[in-house]
């Protein structure tokens, strides 16, 4: 009787666990498809403006090409490793972890590497092995283009002022609920790009083209750390919502499998108690 008892209590304890995943299932699912739309809708923005901005760029000698796009001898680098505040939601924070890793000893193994932090988890595992040169959670307690805007302004003038020479971002690309890639993207010089001399780009310019490549840099700047938050944002809750899928479906059949495994030994139990009772009722009787 004691191993039933043991059963129908790791029974109760797996249909508890199962309804706490399931119901995570749904408030992931119900999150995901605001932030899906949220990414999916300004991406085709962020892709035009980084589009004009190097045709325009292109196309400027290298006196009038942007401090931002100043290249040195790469000395001091910031990573900017975006995870979340939140676990349970499989791989999504461990692949980060696991890529600035991989990234500092392949590229960086003489170069003084310091991390910038967007999520708790992350930052709990990086601080042990890295200098944190900042850690910001709260950005995605409200994660507005204003928000990120500001530390994205802070790492434009971080550059500038010649703390670190170079700047990439290390973040989860949304492609579905099932799918997160994880992307290293050079933040820090800009890179210029080439294209062919004899391109015409169908432009009226006003006031110049220089002063608009100026303006534009800044706003790409942004645009692409805000995408990039987007991204890891709408890719946790596509991660945990399919984590808590699976641990749901595990539950369900490791339950299954205790209920098989109870009703067989309340079976024997009571084959036994019969027989116990037939063998007491032939000895009366002998």
Aim: no cysteine; proline share 1%.
């Amino acid at each position: 009787m004691a191993n039933l008892k043991e059963l129908r209590s790791r029974i109760t304890s797996v249909s508890s666990t199962m309804q706490i995943t399931s119901a995570m299932k749904m408030v992931s699912a119900a999150k995901l498809s605001k932030a899906q739309d949220a990414i999916t809708s300004m991406r085709p923005y962020a892709e035009k403006l980084t589009q004009l901005l190097q045709d325009l760029s292109a196309t400027l000698d290298d006196d009038a090409n942007s401090k931002f796009a100043e290249e040195r001898e790469v000395k001091r680098v910031l990573i900017v490793a975006i995870s979340s505040n939140k676990g349970l939601a499989g791989a999504f924070n461990t692949n980060i972890i696991k890529k600035v890793k991989s990234k500092v000893a392949a590229d960086y193994q003489n170069t003084e590497v310091e991390l910038l932090t967007l999520g708790k988890k992350g930052n709990d595992i990086l601080k042990k092995t890295f200098e944190v040169y900042k850690n910001d959670n709260a950005i995605f307690d409200d994660l507005s283009f204003e928000n990120v805007s500001a530390i994205a302004e802070e790492l434009m003038q971080v550059f500038v002022d010649g703390k670190f020479d170079k700047i990439e971002l290390v973040y989860n690309q949304f492609k579905n609920a099932g799918t997160q890639i994880v992307m290293d993207e050079q933040f820090l010089p800009i890179e210029r790009f080439e294209t062919e001399s004899e391109k015409q780009l169908d432009y009226i310019f006003e006031p110049s083209k220089i002063e608009i490549v100026k303006d534009l840099i800044p706003k790409s700047l942004k645009m692409q750390l805000f995408k990039a938050l987007r991204d890891s944002f709408a890719s946790e809750h596509g991660a945990r919502m399919t984590a808590m899928h699976k641990a749901t479906d595990n539950a369900k059949e490791l339950r299954d499998d205790l209920k098989l495994s109870y009703n067989k030994a309340r079976q024997a139990s009571i084959t036994n108690e019969i027989l116990e009772i037939v063998g007491g009722a032939e000895a009366l009787n002998g």
